[in-house]
């Protein structure tokens, strides 16, 4: 079994070094494969499938069954309305959720006496409500805002923070990147886009952040006497950097991620509650997604706007003169 203490120890000490940074044009190109095919899924699959939260529609709630299947509650909605496709869920201890289209009055009042009989129940276990679109798209256009709003700040405070404004380009993309693969996951799993899935949206850019602002901080310890060395290029010292910073980020995404895929277990096969399940999901994906794009997407890309600066470009020809003198040196005596 490999010493993970002693591999660490190696890694921040340069004895074992990943090539983050010398291999970035392939994680570029896999990583626009990546975006590619999230903005392709939902195109090609018609959009995604959005809850009654965002589309509208009928709602029932039954309260006390003694049954949490959810076949007798679909077997009811096809008695009623054949064409119509319905959304069964156990959204709580001994309570069902069935969701549908828009029905009529008459069809909403012979539904509820169906689920009634289907779970049964008295009919006065059974509520429903219509729930309109207005509300869904209310909450698409706050998060929007909020998402602009966030992504503005990050980039002002970063900017200031770092005193650098590459810093904050790569840590946008970055997050764009991790939001774009996140909701072409979650649009291929077919999973409904729910208020909950926003709010879980949301929050992974918080991690994300966290994330890269750890090893951006790395970065600009490890290169901040850049011009003054002759040891390593700027490109190793960022490198150097991640590689320092790689056990950090697997223990801390770990940690992060293992209570989140609980939920998500929880929600999806035992209690088949979609609230849970749903912010499970864009959190669980995104965790993931995060951590691999501070490594070898925000990282690598700020070392790529700096790679033609004309200091970084004079210091990397003097660390090049001063390794090929002491090569010279060795080999002549």
């Known amino acids: 079994m490999p010493n993970l203490a002693q591999w660490g120890n190696d890694l921040h000490s340069g004895k074992k070094s990943y090539p983050f940074i010398q291999k970035r044009k392939l994680w570029f190109i896999i990583t626009l494969v990546l975006v590619a095919l999230s903005i392709a899924v939902p195109l090609i699959k018609g959009g995604f499938n959005l809850g009654i939260d965002f589309r509208g529609g009928s709602e029932f709630t039954i309260s006390q069954v003694q049954s949490t299947d959810v076949a007798p509650g679909e077997e009811a909605v ?9 959304h069964v869920t156990n959204i709580a201890p001994n309570t069902m959720r069935v969701q549908t289209d828009r029905l009529t009055d008459d069809q909403t009042l012979a539904l509820a006496k169906g689920l ?15 729930v309109g679109p207005t509300w869904g798209q209310d909450v698409s256009q706050q998060a929007l805002i909020g998402l602009v709003a966030f992504i503005v700040l990050v980039t002002i405070l970063m900017a200031l923070y770092f005193r650098t404004w590459k810093m904050s380009i790569a840590a946008v993309v970055g997050l764009l990147v991790v939001v774009i693969i996140t909701a072409g996951i979650y649009s291929l799993s077919d999973f409904e886009v729910t208020p909950s899935a926003i709010i879980g949206f949301l929050t992974i850019l918080s991690y994300a952040l966290y ?3 750890v ?5 600009r310890e490890n290169t901040e006497d850049i011009e003054s060395r002759t040891d390593a290029t700027f490109a190793e010292r960022v490198n150097l950097a991640i590689n320092q910073t790689l056990v950090r980020s697997i223990n801390t995404s770990m940690v992060a991620v293992l209570p989140v895929a609980s939920i998500l277990f929880i929600g999806a096969y035992l209690l088949g509650a979609g609230t849970l399940r749903d912010l499970a999901l864009a959190l669980f994906v995104g965790i993931i997604v995060a951590t691999l794009a501070t490594i070898f997407v925000q990282a690598p890309l700020y070392a790529a706007l700096r790679s033609n600066e004309k200091g970084i470009k004079e210091q990397a020809a003097r660390v090049a003169a001063t390794k090929a003198e002491a090569t010279a040196w060795i080999q002549g005596s």
């Open 78 to 86: 096809h008695a009623v309305a054949a064409d119509v496709e319905p």
């Open 116 to 130: 009634a009989e289907a779970y049964g129940v008295p009919t006065s276990n059974v509520t429903s409500t219509f």
């Open 211 to 213: 994330d890269t602002v």
């Open 215 to 219: 090893v951006f901080d790395k970065i």
